[in-house]
């Protein structure tokens, strides 16, 4: 009985997402306006950061992989670990062609999310996901780049009175590193990974 | 297509409904609080979350008011809300479950968010969670931890 619940409840989920996909991203993409699919208008973001092992890094030391990018903080406790799950497993259900693909986390926080933090928390959820973080300059320079939107929240009960909100679609980069498109949130992992598959 | 589907979930929800409570569930006056289950916290400096659904099977609307649990300092009900493609989270206040209707706490959505951790929260260990009602009182469920990766219960 418990196994039938979980499974119809798993259902309602998915529904749900869906439903969250059809009604809120379907027409509004991560800048406002544009699709969640293939948009018209391409570009190529950059970014100057530093990656989890303490390494510079900018879009071109990735260059030849699909990067599947992701805004966010680590102090999230539902989006973000939701999101950097969904993506470990898309790396996993691509078993030997996800050495062509490369998930970037960049923290949208970079006062609380410092290189060590960023290497705590992306290992938990599988090794190929590199945490990203910089300057707040460095920051707002890749959001910008991104077209992706963050703000400081004051929230009283929050961890040092702040929250964080953020664009929290996943932005696939090609090889090239022109800009594909975004999945929005709570897209399946299953879903992802086709689109991916179609394209490698 | 959105009709379709809103009518495909509320046929499921209600199936759901009438489904026996399950073994972990726990009941106090007319509500029923189904898989309650935590993520394990990466270290203690962050907040964790926990996720359930409560059904009200009475005729009169309910609220949950506060959340505490042993684990962390403060908890909360939080919301999480998305404008223009832009999520952010925030307290949700008092949580209407209305007679029978049900609430969701799920990845995405509603969500406990447990903060200042006096402990971490471990895989594979429980954590007790209170939550006070307007009108059913105080209950206390025990909620499994799944690992930090965990996106619904096992």
Redesign the interface.
């Known amino acids: ?2 196994a ?3 499974t ?6 998915v ?6 996909w ?4 379907h027409d ?5 306006g544009s699709s969640s699919q293939d948009v018209a208008t391409s570009f190529r973001p950059t970014f100057n950061l530093t990656d989890h092992r303490s390494n510079a890094v900018t879009v071109q030391s990735y260059q030849g992989k699909w990067l599947l990018v992701f805004f966010g903080f ?6 973000c ?2 999101t ?3 993506l ?1 497993r898309v790396m996993e259900r691509l078993g030997p062609d996800a050495g062509l693909v490369k998930p970037l986390f960049v923290s949208i926080d970079p006062e609380r999310d410092r290189v060590e933090t960023m290497a ?2 992306v290992s ?2 599988h090794p190929t996901i590199v945490g990203l973080t910089g300057t707040e300059a460095q920051i707002a320079e890749a959001a910008r780049s991104f077209k992706a ?3 400081k ?1 004051p ?1 009283e ?3 040092n009175g702040y ?7 996943v932005y696939l980069i090609s090889p090239e590193g022109v800009f594909v498109r975004t999945y ?3 897209t399946p992992p299953g879903e992802i990974t086709k689109d991916l598959q179609n394209r490698l | 297509m959105l009709r379709l589907l809103s009518q495909a979930l509320l046929s499921i929800v209600f199936i759901l409904s009438a489904l026996p409570v399950s073994a972990d569930s726990t009941r106090v006056g007319d509500l029923v609080i189904d898989s309650p289950w935590a993520r394990a916290s990466i270290g203690m400096s962050r907040p964790a979350a926990a996720y359930m659904t409560i059904r009200n099977e009475g005729t009169v609307s309910d609220a949950l008011l506060a959340v505490s649990t042993p684990l962390s300092g403060m908890a909360e009900v939080h919301a999480t809300s998305t404008k223009n493609g832009v999520m952010s989270m925030g307290p949700a206040g008092p949580v209407e479950i209305q007679g029978g209707g049900n609430v969701l706490l799920a990845p995405g959505g509603l969500h406990i968010m447990m903060m200042k951790l006096k402990k971490a929260l471990i895989k594979g260990k429980t954590v007790e969670i209170t939550l006070a009602f307007k009108r059913s009182g105080k209950v206390t469920v025990t909620a499994p931890i799944y690992g930090p990766g965990a996106t619904r219960p096992e």
């Open positions: 009985m418990r039938v619940r979980i119809l409840w798993g259902g309602v989920g529904a749900l997402a869906g439903f969250l059809l009604s809120l991203w509004r993409g991560p800048s406002g680590t102090n999230c406790p539902d989006i670990p939701t950097l799950a969904e470990a705590e928390y938990v959820f939107y963050y703000e929240q929230q009960s929050a961890p929250t964080m909100g953020h664009t929290s679609a929005g949130y709570g």
